[in-house]
C-alpha cells in the first residue's frame, strides 16, 4: 500500500485548508486511515482517524470542532478538511493507515503504512 500526501501550505490563521490522502496497492484489509502531525522539536501526535467503512471517526483534543476527516472510497481517498487554522497547526502532516481499530491507530502502536509528509505552515 502506498499513501500519497498532498494539499499543505503557507496559510494564515483563520484559514481553511484541505489535505489529502490517496492510498494505492493492495487497500484490501485496510481497517483504519488517519493523520499525524509533527512540529518542530516535537514528538509525532496523532491528529485524527477514520475506520474504512467511514461510520467512526476520532479527533486529538485539540481539533475537534475545527478538522473533519472523511474519505472517498470510490477515490481510495482520505480527506483532513481544516477550518480556523492556528499557528499550533504548523506541522508536517503525514497520512497513515493499518490494519487494526481506531484505537490502536490512535495510540500510534500499530502502523503499518505511510505517507510522506506534507507541510502545513500557519502564521499569525
Known amino acids: 500500500v502506498q499513501l500519497q500526501a498532498s494539499g499543505g501550505g503557507l496559510m494564515q490563521a483563520g484559514d481553511s485548508l484541505r489535505l489529502s490522502c490517496a492510498a494505492s496497492?493492495?487497500?484490501?484489509?485496510?481497517?483504519?486511515v488517519g493523520w499525524f502531525r509533527q512540529a518542530p522539536g516535537k514528538e509525532r501526535e496523532f491528529v485524527a482517524a477514520?475506520?474504512?467503512?467511514?461510520?467512526?471517526?476520532t479527533y486529538v483534543d485539540s481539533v475537534k470542532g475545527r478538522f473533519a476527516i472523511s474519505r472517498d472510497n470510490a477515490k481510495n481517498t482520505v480527506y483532513l478538511q481544516m477550518i480556523s487554522l492556528k499557528p499550533e497547526d504548523t506541522a508536517v502532516y503525514y497520512c497513515?493507515?493499518?490494519?487494526?481499530?481506531?484505537?490502536?491507530?490512535?495510540?500510534?502502536?500499530?502502523?503499518?503504512?505511510w505517507g510522506q509528509g506534507t507541510q502545513v505552515t500557519v502564521s499569525s
Open positions: 497513515a493507515a493499518g490494519y487494526t481499530n481506531l484505537d490502536v491507530m490512535v495510540a500510534g502502536t500499530r502502523i503499518d503504512y
Open positions: 496497492g493492495r487497500t484490501f484489509g485496510i481497517v483504519a
Open positions: 477514520i475506520n474504512w467503512r467511514g461510520d467512526s471517526t
